[in-house]
């Protein structure tokens, strides 16, 4: 006698159709009360501000892994006749980014920060270096906006981010930017603050949302990009612009961050460098190249980070996260932790340059907002 492969009826329970995607009741064959849902019209569809941009590293690491070091460029100059105006975002899709990095724009962009990053190659914030007139007035600027912050109450908060006399502060700053720059530029450039303003106004944050993060200090390595390229500031000021200029501009953004509990602008969460800020991280492992004496582990040393980190961008990033995060360090900055395991600083200085292109200069979501005129120009013939 054959088996009975038809199970009696419960009687306890209600039987249940399972459906199973084709209309068709899996236990019993017949059709299910729900039609068959539609095909996605569109399945690799990704909305603009992704669940994100913040997906855990694994992601991205082979894309990572197979991009080239981003090598260093000589500036290209600005030469007359000159024709400044209003800069405007180009950039709304996946196909304009990748217009954008294949032109020159980009690469001479990126050269750039490479450079600025060789330029402190092994070198302490305190080493002696060229100051240039521009220079001295760009931290002065700086240090004018730290004095801001000090003179501008804070208003009433109840929520977490967001303190709203930031408005006035960014307000503040906006309405002085125009003669700020008119105090470094010669004569005849003063009619590029049209292009230059803008891209300053965006390096300290968004007033509406009362945010900050990757975009904005990316807006300022742009500001910094375009004085290069009008010969404002020179390739022997580099070492100046990262260890006097960029390191007064952290100072601020520190200042702004806590003191007006700024939200972290499309923050990757656990799986980003750090809630604000990626370029201290490649000037500061560019720093330790070559130290005797520090490694990568170094960092969860605590009496190097307390005797070294106002010497050293890098240490000085982990000792401000410590400061403003509780708890295991392995857990709320897990990326910090992995790089600590990579042997030198080399490999750590060129995988940050690799992963600033791919996680910062090629995600939609930050670099729309990215400003493009006649010094930063928008490419369509790969022609400069």
Known sequence: MEPDHN??????TPFHHHHDGAGTCVNCGGPTAFPTPPPDPNPNYIPIRAPAVNLPPANNREIIIRTPVP???RIIPLTPPFHFHTPTKKIHSQSDIDQFHSSPT??????FIVSLSESVRSHKLSDPCHVSPPVSAIVSVLQTLISYVDEIPLAPQTSRYGNLAYRTWHERMSCDAESFMLQFLPTDLHSATVELVPYFTDSFGNSSRIDYGTGHETNFAA???CLARLGVVKEEDYQALVSRVFVKYLELMRKLQITYCLEPAGSHGVWG???YHFLPFIFGSSQLIDH?????????NEDILENFSNEYLYLSCIIFIKKVKKGVFAEHSPMLDDISGVPNWNKVNSGLLKMYKIEVLQKVPIMQHFLFGSIIQWQTLGLL
Do not use: A, E, V
Request: aromatic share 14%; net charge positive; hydrophobic share 25%.
């Open 223 to 225: 500001w910094l990009y």
């Open 7 to 12: 199970p009696p009826p419960n009687t306890s």
């Open 273 to 275: 460098l750090d809630d």
């Open 106 to 111: 980009c690469h001479n962009f990126l050269g």
């Open 71 to 73: 090598q260093s460029q």
């Open 292 to 300: 005797k004496y520090m490694k990568p582990k170094s960092i969860h």
